[in-house]
Each structure stands twice: as C-alpha cells, then as structure tokens.
C-alpha cells in the first residue's frame, strides 16, 4: 500500500512539472544595427517595434545603429523599423527560438522627397535582392529556405530549383541548368569576390557536385540571378549566387550540433572577450556515411568520405575599419575496388576500379572601411585552389589491373578585390571596383589511345594565368517611381590577349503601389576552362599542338522584361520573359562536326575550336509566391523555354538543357503544439517538379559493337529527348523549444514515390546490350540537431 501510495505521489509530481514545462512561456533577445541601404552607415536613433504586441514593445537604435529588444516570446515576430527620412520597413516572421539570439542587420532606403512621410504599409520586400543594383532576374533567399525547403538538404543550389528557371540536370548532384544554359555558365562569389566551385565531389571547371562544403550555419541572406545581371558581375553567362557571410553572436557563446545521414555537424560561435564587438564562428562536419562505412556496414559499391571546415573570424578596430578573416575547405574521396569474379559482373563499369579526389579550399581576408557618412571602401584578399585526381583500370579477363588513364587538376588562384561604394544623395549612388585574379595551375590528362590501347598524354601544362576585372554602376533614382541602373564591365584575360567591354542597362518603373514594370540589358562574356586552352593534340611526328589556346571569350546578350505585382501583404506574382543571344561560342573546327562548347559538362576538350557557333534561349516564367502566413507559404514556378545552338554546318540543334517547360510546386505548413505559444512546433514540407527530359545523342549501335564502347550517332545531336522528368520530396520535422535550447528532428524524402527518371543511355560491351541509367531513387535523410 505505502509503495502504491508512492508511485501515485510521484506520478503526480512528474505530471505537474510535465504541465509546467509545456505551459512555460519562453523569450529571447532580438538585436542588431540599422544602416543606410548604400552607404552602409549607422542609422542612429532608428526605431524598433515589435508588432502585434501588447502592450507596444520597441525600442530606439543608440548612435552606432545597434538596437536590443529583450524577452521576446519565442515564434514567429516581426518587426517595423522607422527613421526620420527613410522608408519604414517591415520585417515578417523572424524565427525566434529559446536555443539561439536573433541578430540582424536591417537596411532602410532614403527617401527622395525630403520631408515628405513615406510609409509602404504591408509592402512585401522578401523577394527583392539584396544588391540595390540588381533590377531584373534576381531575389534574395534566406538560409531558413536551404534548411526548410523539402530535399533542400541545407543546400543553396538544390534550393534554388524550386526557382523560375531553374532545373537539376541529375539529382543525384545539386549541378543545375538556367534558363537552358550550360551549368558551367554559374558564378560563385562570396565577399564580393569569385570563389571556387563549394562542393565535395565536383568535376573539373564544373559548377556543382555531391553535397556542398558550405555550411548554412555560416551563410546569411544571400542573392540568386538567373540574367541580365549588375555590371560588378562578370565572367559568368548564365547566373550568379552572390553569397554573404553571417557573423558570429560577439555577446555570449552559441552552439549546434546536428547529426545526420549525410554528416555530423560542430558549429560554435561566440565573442572574443567582453565589450569588444568581435566574434568567431566555426562549424566543421565528418561524413556519417564514412563512419558507417568503417563499422563494417556497406552502403553501396563505392566508398565515399567528406569531411569539411568553415569560419568566420570578425575583428572590428576602433579607427581602422572592419577585418574579417573567412573561409572554407572540403576534402572528399571516392574509390571502387572490382570483385575479381566475372560472375559477379552485371555489366561493363562492374570491371573497373576507379578512384577520385576533389579537395577545394580558400581562405580570404576582408577590410571594410567607412570612409565618410556616404562612402565605403571593401577590399577583400583570397587564396583559394582546387585539387582533383581521377584514376581509372580495367580488370582484364585474367584479373590483371590495366591503366586507362589518369586525370590530375591542380588550380590555385590568389584574387583581389577593392570596391568603393559612394551615395551622392538620395537620388545618386555609385559602385566602382577592381577584381584581379593570379592563377597557378598543374594540370595532366592522360587516356588510353583507342586504336592501340597506349596510354596517350591530353594534357601536361603547368604555369599561370591572370584575369582582370574593373567595373562601374551608377544607381539613379529619377522619381519615387523610377529607378535607373546603368554600368561598364570590363573582362582581360593575358594568357592569350583577350579582352572585353561589356555594357549593362536596367530601368524599373512601379506603376502603382504594388505593382512594378522593369527592363534589363546586359552583355556578358566568360573565358573557357584551362583544360580547353590546355589541351593538346598529338602529331604524325610525335610533336603536340594546342589548337585551342587562343580561343576567345564566349558572349551573349540577355534581355529581360519583367512584370511583378503584390496582390495581398503575403502573395505575390511575378513574369519575366527573357531572350538570350549567345555568339562566338566555340564549336568544331570541323564543319562536319555538331559539337558546340554550351553542351559541354567537363573541364576538357582537346580537338580543334574556332568562335564561330551560336545559340539562343528564349522563355517566359511565371510565379507565384505565398510568403509564410497563418504558419503557410507555397511556391508555383513555372517555366516555358526553347535552348537552340548553331553548329559549324550553320544548322541549328536543341542543346542538351533544352526541356522545354518545367513546372514546380514547394509549398509547407507549420502546427504549433502544446500550450506554450511557439514552444513545439511541427512541421510538413512537400516540392514537386514536372520538366521535360534532357536529351540525348542516339547511340550508334552497330559502331557501338565494333568498337566495344558506346558510339553516337553524332549527325543527330540531341535528338532524343528523355521521358518527362517527375519528382516528389517531402520532409517532416519536430521543432521543439526548451529553456536554453531548441532541438529538430526532421525527415527528407527524396523522391518520395521513387519514380525512375531516365537520365539517358548507354551500350554495355559486356552484355551486348544498350542499358538506361536513371536518377537517384528514393534516399530518405534523417537528421536532429540541437541549438543551445
């Protein structure tokens, strides 16, 4: 009786602190600066409030800018931020959790009329980018996306296909396709100026890989552009992901850990030393697979490992300006080793061992100065390279290792960039700056020659290069309504002399309140990849020749109309149809010959170019966006385009990228739980993607059989268009908040329904037989992390 008398006491107590646990309110802080859009100087004075409160809860920025509003119930909050002569501007649905401060950065724009009250009430200003100079082709995303989208995986460039525009060219990458160009046409930049390739297991002059190196623990909000783009943005033909960097809290300690099938994340952050504003942010992650994989668990042929670093160290001086020390490094493996039992081969690829390297890294060092209340000055210094190796052999019929060749990539670049930015008054501002990049490359391709099966060298050059880039804009605000963006790039490139002037024009007129009209011009240009310059033919008298080292730039001219209209605070649509002129583009020496370089998904090519092919890309995109409301967002994108080349037999061909249409559906709903507000909430997110296939050369099949690999039937380029292109992810989280941390739990489905979509096909000598490869299958991800 005493022990039931027990139990039914302590069942009681555990009940009531259950109860009391799950009815506690919990807060956080919400802090950070208020500055000028353009110049980037304090706003001081600025005014905070924090809406739907009750009573009003705000506060005033000090002469710095800096703001704090304290004990602030964990939720969604948003925030309106006021200053005398600027436009108010309101920030929706801050996640605020009890693991993490909130620290923001919040830019107002001038108002043009001095002493006129400008108020935008329930303007939404989500999706407007982060750079003033960008009109057309371009929005902001925010690194609550890369975490929330479904199969986003905290991955900026597998977000971004939920994006007008934008497809996945083989999901088992986050390599993407815009607007019908070749991926290799993207730019990535971090800080202002170009980085290497941030992804584990990418090619060589390649765009995407496996799984990004960068950590969404480091990035904040951050722009995509998809054409037409600003005139500091060169090098680049087909988009730009401009990537700014998140400082860390520099008041008290923060961490995260996350642990997940992809990897096992570390990330601290924190201040110096008290009373000074620096702080330290570091998050590195070791692969869960490989760390299966070494308890003796196979996950699959090939063995794979990845681990990564990155950091951002912040230390602001009293009278020196801003330094930041930044960077990123990965180092991923890859191998297979062949059973040495034929029966066990399914097919020819079965019979070969393979092993492949792709380390990247940088490391760069920014000074931000505030010259002047209307002027700064950013410079920013990076040493960066790329390490790749990839060796091949064939197991023979006697189980004997024969060499097919090997490829060793080594580039290291060491980039400055200095950018001065000056804002006249309210109607004028300018951006001016210079880019220059040293490269140092080692680069040696070897293959095995078809005819007589000799190892053959393709490529062996080492030496250096340098680029350099200069640009101006100019920012002019004519009326409330009309905004003019205007500017001169300039592209040299001193390995083979070449050089470019590229002009660029944007103009965006808002009709009405919450309607807006824009136009925009750009000529862009980009250098082809080393391996392309480098490469090497041999000669009858065993002499090489590099046929392509005096290629040109490959350009094109993009021209953007857009329509963008605000139908609630929260829903928003947005057309743009676009034309793009693609010339000098390099092509086949050989006017038999259909190859053109924008089908082209390597780092190499050997054979004889000449500028002489052209392309064009036309379409109209649609979107529409519900902005998170009643804890609901979606996104419809959609997209109708044609992706045409010219070839050196002046006829034109649809290019491999050419899907005609893509369709795609993200949408998330959010159910908060529990009688504390905000304090567990769950979560459903679903992305849907209908395209149209890739295409495809049709196999050669009686060639094919002669030569014991797959031949094409290379006078029909492109001619076969794989099955329609369908997709379903889904992810599933529980978020919950506790005193002093916040935990989540979340699911990916990757292609949920575990569709096989055709990727294309090839001919296997060992069976006889022309095979299909499809897509990933269904890969679910489970992660937990926890913030404290």
Sequence with gaps: MKNYSFVRIALIILSLLFNQAKAQNFTQTIRGTVTDIISQSALPFSTIVLLNSEPIVGTVADINGAFQLNDIPVGKQSLKISCVGYKDQFIQNIVVSSGKEVVLTISLEENIIQ?????????????????????????????????????????????????????????????????????????????????????????????????????????????????????????????????????????????????????????????????????????????????????????????????????????????????????????????????????????????????????????????????????????????????????????????????????????????????????????????????????????????????????????????????????????????????????????????????????????????????????????????????????????????????????????????????????TEYLRIKLEAYYQSLFDIPVSRDSSETFSMLNNESGYFTDPLVNEGRGRNYGLELTIEQFLHHDFYFLLSSSLYNSEYKASNNYWYDTRFNGNFAFSLTAGKEFKTGKGFGNRILGFNIKSVYAGGLRNTPIDYEASVLKGETQYIESRPFDIQAPNYFRIDTKFSVKRNRPKSTTTWSLDLQNATNRKNVYGEYYDPLTGKTKTSYQAPLIPVLSYRIDF
């Design 115 to 567: 002493g006129k009250e400008v108020v935008i009430t329930g303007k939404v200003e989500k999706n407007k980018p982060l750079n003033e100079f960008t009109t057309v082709s371009g929005r902001t995303f925010s690194v609550e996306e890369t975490q929330k989208y479904a199969a986003a995986v905290n991955d900026p460039a597998r977000m971004s296909t939920a994006f007008a525009g934008v497809i996945s060219t083989d999901d088992g990458n986050n390599t993407i396709a815009i607007r019908g160009n070749s991926p290799n046409g993207l730019l990535w930049r971090m800080e202002g100026v170009e980085i290497p390739n941030p992804n584990h297991f990418s090619g060589v002059a390649t765009s995407g890989g496996g799984i990004s190196i960068l950590s969404s623990q480091l990035l904040t909000n951050s722009d995509f552009l998809t054409g037409a783009f600003a005139a500091e943005y060169g090098n680049a033909l087909s988009g730009v992901f401009d990537m700014k960097l998140r400082k860390g809290n520099n008041q008290k300690t923060e961490r995260t850990i996350q642990l997940g099938v992809l990897g096992t994340d570390v990330a601290i952050e924190g201040p110096f030393k008290k009373d000074y504003k620096g702080s330290y942010l570091f998050n590195y992650r070791y692969s869960t697979l490989s760390v299966i994989e070494k308890l003796g668990v196979k996950l699959g042929g090939a063995t794979t490992t990845f681990q990564d670093l990155s950091f951002n160290v912040f230390l602001p001086t009293t009278k020196s300006g801003n330094f930041s020390l930044f960077g990123f490094g990965g180092l991923s493996k890859q191998y297979y080793d062949a059973e040495r039992d034929s029966l066990k081969w399914e097919n020819n690829y079965d019979r070969y061992n393979w092993d492949f390297k792709s380390n990247t890294g940088a490391v760069g060092l920014s000074h931000f100065i505030q010259l002047n209340k209307q002027a700064y000055l950013k410079t920013t210094l990076l040493g960066s390279g790329t390490w790749k190796y990839y060796e091949e052999e064939l197991i023979d019929n006697d189980y004997k290792s024969k060499s097919q060749g090997f490829h060793k990539d080594d580039q290291n670049k060491i980039a400055l960039s200095s950018i001065l930015t000056k804002k006249f008054d309210a109607r004028n501002s300018i951006k001016a700056g210079i880019i220059a990049n040293s490269q140092f490359y080692n680069i040696e391709k070897t293959s095995a020659n078809e005819v007589t099966d000799i190892i053959e060298t393709n490529v062996h050059e080492n030496g250096n290069g340098f680029t350099l880039q200069s640009f101006v804009q100019w920012n002019f605000k004519a009326t409330e309504k009309l905004t003019l963006n205007t500017g001169l790039h300039s592209l040299v490139y001193t390995d083979n002399n070449t050089y470019s002037l590229e002009p660029r024009l944007s103009v965006k007129y808002d009709v009405t309140k919450t309607q807006s009209v824009s136009l925009g011009y750009g000529l862009h240009q980009q250098t082809q990849a080393l391996g392309v310059y480098k490469g090497r033919q041999q000669n009858g008298d065993g002499t090489y020749t590099q046929a392509n080292k005096n290629l040109g730039f490959s350009k094109a001219h993009h021209l953007v109309l857009g329509y963008d209209r605000s139908i």
